[in-house]
């Protein structure tokens, strides 16, 4: 699946108010082999839509805790598959970032361990106010990989990955993206929670 580079920018741009942006491009998928060297190599950021939730519906950042969607135990169990796959693959993490709803950030102490919470994350669809301004902050991550070695991990809505790379990701699911060096990027592979298991 391929994006012109033209249509990309309008799309953008008109949806949200940004200045045009840099096209990606969207290859097929990787052989497991070889997303595993590359994952290995380092330089990637990996975007996990959050996992398996207890409702489906648009919750607040300021509601408490227990009003706001969840992980259910197939969204706990997720995460701890995709961290002990990444651990069994010597897959190198660096920063790990999410967004402060709870079921982003408990994805991502569950799987990774630590977490760095970013209001930039919160979903667009959470608030209107800075949509423009939460993309183009998404976009900068991804334009921006890790240069040290390990891969870079966010854990997010559906909202901002479709909006900035346009791939819809099932809950618990993550796309892998590479920058192209040039300002934009290329999403590599998408995955489900239990495909990780596959490239150990």
């Not at 040039?182 to 150990?200: H, K, Y």
Request: with cysteine.
């Amino acid at each position: 699946m391929s994006y012109h580079p033209q249509s990309r920018r309008v799309f953008l741009a008109s949806l949200l108010g940004l200045a045009a942006l840099p096209a990606l491009g969207i290859k097929p998928s990787l052989a497991m082999s070889s997303l595993l060297a590359r994952m290995r190599g380092g330089g990637n950021v990996v975007y996990f839509r959050h996992g398996a939730t207890t409702w489906s519906g648009i919750d607040q950042i300021d509601w408490p805790r227990e009003r706001q969607r969840l992980l259910s135990d197939e969204g706990i169990r997720q995460s701890q598959v995709i961290g002990a796959a990444f651990r069994a693959s010597g897959i190198p993490v660096g920063e790990v970032l999410a967004s402060p709803f709870a079921r982003c950030r408990d994805m991502a102490e569950i799987a990774f361990g630590r977490v760095e919470e970013r209001m930039e994350l919160m979903g667009l669809l959470s608030n209107d106010a800075g949509r423009a301004e939460r993309a183009a902050f998404l976009h900068a991550l991804l334009v921006g990989p890790p240069t040290d070695g390990t891969n870079s991990i966010i854990v997010s809505h559906r909202s901002n990955i479709e909006t900035v790379a346009g791939v819809r990701l099932a809950e618990g699911e993550a796309v892998v993206v590479n920058s192209n060096g040039n300002g934009a990027f290329d999403v590599e592979q998408t995955l489900m929670p239990d495909e990780w298991r596959t490239i150990s």
